[in-house]
Structures are given as structure tokens and as C-alpha cells.
Nanobody, 120 residues
Framework: QVQLVESGGGLVQPGGSLRVSCAASGSLFSVLDMGWYRQAPGKQRELVASITSDGNTNYADSVKGRFTISRDNAKNTVYLQINSLKPEDTAVYYC??????????????WGQGTQVTVSS
């Protein structure tokens, strides 16, 4: 079964840092583009950052300079380092990846989400 599994969310004080991870597993040929989205209560899901298979990155304006996306292709894992956290960063963070799978070809997958709460 192909899946994305996230980890690393939690409660952090304003100004703090956190790293969330997402690992792809299952019968895969390759992992293509990967990214992180977030959804705050009452708001639409929005793209936070993305990274291509060869390492090109893209960030939402609201997180530039504070968030860093990276990936380890050997582990099929994408990371999001979150620094200088603000209360408005509170949201469920979702991993998204385009996976080239053995059984179903190339498809888009979502993780289950991990809660990040910024509060004192």
C-alpha cells in the first residue's frame, strides 16, 4: 500500500522552531515533486512550500525566510523546518507528493496531516 506518513507536529511557543517530516512508502518506482500544505480552522488549504525531484524549491510569500523545505531522496522523505513560529502558523500541515507507483502509475497522494500549534 502506497502512503505518506507525517510526523513531528506539536505545541510550540511563539518564536520557536519545529521540523515536520513525511515519508513515502510502498511499491514505488520514484518520488517526484513533494510539498507541504497547511489548513487553519475556517480557512482553505494553502501551499506552504514545494520541492522538485532535483531540489528546486518554491515558498509561499508568508513563510519565505522562516520555512525551509528539503528532501532525502534515498529515504523518500521530505522535511519542513519551521523557524520563528507565529500564532498564525497554527494549522494542520499536510504532506503532498506525486508518486510513480508500481501498480497505479503516477498519482498524487496526501498524508494524514500533523497538527502544529503555536501558543504561549
Amino acid at each position: 500500500q502506497v502512503q505518506l506518513v507525517e510526523s513531528g507536529g506539536g505545541l510550540v511557543q511563539p518564536g520557536g522552531s519545529l521540523r515536520v517530516s513525511c515519508a513515502a512508502s510502498g511499491s514505488l518506482f520514484s518520488v517526484l515533486d513533494m510539498g507541504w500544505y497547511r489548513q487553519a480552522p475556517g480557512k482553505q488549504r494553502e501551499l506552504v512550500a514545494s520541492i522538485t525531484s532535483d531540489g528546486n524549491t518554491n515558498y509561499a510569500d508568508s513563510v519565505k525566510g522562516r520555512f525551509t523545505i528539503s528532501r532525502d531522496n534515498a529515504k523518500n522523505t521530505v522535511y519542513l523546518q519551521i523557524n520563528s513560529l507565529k500564532p498564525e502558523d497554527t494549522a494542520v500541515y499536510y504532506c503532498n507528493a506525486r508518486l510513480n507507483t508500481v501498480l497505479r502509475g503516477t498519482k498524487n497522494y496526501w498524508g494524514q496531516g500533523t497538527q502544529v500549534t503555536v501558543s504561549s
